[in-house]
């Protein structure tokens, strides 16, 4: 026979709230733009600023501008492109 753990209405609703904010925090950056999702391909900072053949302080600028939607694995994490975003930016940087 299992046993039942019974939680308090306040405590299960503060604990489904944290989920909930821990999920949106995990799926969007700073800016609230969606990560990229599981089927297209992540690209690294690095990656991305080789492609593009700029600095660093130019790559940072076009992130935090929101011109490249980018997405940091958590607060002091390594900047995440999704390919199709470098992509949609070329396509409209020509």
Known sequence: MQSV??????????LISEAVRN?????????GTLAPS????RLTFDEVRVR?????P?????????KLPAHKTHERGQWI???R???TYLG???
């Not at 593009?52 to 660093?56: A, E, F, G, I, Y």
Request: aromatic share 2%; net charge negative; charged share 25%.
């Open 52 to 56: 593009l053949r700029v600095s660093r």
């Open 85 to 87: 975003a470098l992509e």
């Open 92 to 94: 409209g940087a020509s």
């Open 23 to 31: 999920a949106i925090f995990e799926l969007t950056d700073s800016h």
């Open 38 to 41: 599981k089927g297209d391909k």
């Open 58 to 66: 130019t790559l940072h600028r076009l992130i935090a501008s929101g």
């Open 81 to 83: 492109i999704s390919e």
């Open 5 to 14: 753990a019974v939680v308090p209405t306040a405590e299960l609703q503060a």
